[in-house]
T-cell receptor, first 116, second 113 residues
Framework: GAGVSQSPSNKVTEKGKDVELRCDPISGHTALYWYRQSLGQGLEFLIYFQGNSAPDKSGLPSDRFSAERTGGSVSTLTIQRTQQEDSAVYLC??????????????FGPGTRLTVL | DQQVKQNSPSLSVQEGRISILNCDYTNSMFDYFLWYKKYPAEGPTFLISISSIKDKNEDGRFTVFLNKSAKHLSLHIVPSQPGDSAVYFCAASRIGSSYKLIFGSGTRLLVRP
């Protein structure tokens, strides 16, 4: 497919368990972003990867959250010891280049995480 | 502390009429503004944007207006079509971290046939 893909599409887990969410960006896109959308809220920036530069992790809400991007392509967002407030839709986006502005971010369909 | 606010959670308009979606922001360092459209079970898709050096940008049926003194922008859709029914998000980015989009909470638009 030509778009950003994410897996799984839905994830239900128990409080305290760890989860891994995967993002496959558009081929050739150098920048990758993670956002989350809690119920009734807008998208909240989590982390930004651009090429080989150090990622901007300033949006990660706690040290239970981490993300990596291997080989400049696929990214995994890991949430350790999940809490009920982590329940949200986690969205990944990629863009051809970084730097924002008119570098359009293309979004995947998201992973809906439910923590019981 | 919401830096980008969409105060109308929903809007309903008749097909063929104008839809006006509003967005307010508080951070004067924002220099780029975007509108995204989201259908259920899909990710947001980019619709239109505007730089802070402009006050209007038009693309077909979609026009975005920016009033910097009021820290307000709006999206006009003319004429509205049923396929425009979706959630619309306003987003902004600031100088120095332009990749980091700050989103509003969205407005659900329903265009009635």
């Amino acid at each position: 497919g030509a778009g950003v893909s994410q897996s799984p599409s839905n994830k239900v887990t128990e409080k305290g368990k760890d989860v891994e969410l995967r993002c496959d960006p558009i081929s050739g896109h150098t920048a990758l972003y993670w956002y989350r959308q809690s119920l009734g809220q807008g998208l909240e920036f989590l982390i930004y990867f651009q090429g080989n530069s150090a990622p901007d992790k300033s949006g990660l809400p706690s040290d239970r959250f981490s993300a990596e991007r291997t080989g400049g392509s696929v990214s995994t967002l890991t949430i350790q010891r999940t809490q009920q407030e982590d329940s949200a839709v986690y969205l990944c986006a990629s863009s051809l280049m970084g730097g924002g502005g008119n570098n359009e971010q293309f979004f995947g369909p998201g992973t809906r995480l439910t923590v019981l | 502390d919401q830096q980008v606010k969409q105060n109308s959670p929903s809007l309903s308009v008749q097909e063929g009429r104008i839809s006006i979606l509003n967005c307010d922001y508080t951070n004067s360092m924002f220099d780029y503004f975007l509108w995204y459209k989201k259908y259920p079970a899909e990710g947001p898709t980019f619709l239109i944007s505007i730089s802070s050096i402009k006050d209007k940008n038009e693309d077909g049926r979609f026009t975005v207006f920016l009033n910097k003194s009021a820290k307000h922008l709006s999206l006009h859709i003319v004429p509205s079509q049923p396929g425009d029914s979706a959630v619309y998000f306003c987003a902004a980015s600031r100088i120095g971290s332009s990749y980091k989009l700050i989103f509003g909470s969205g407005t659900r638009l329903l265009v009635r046939p």
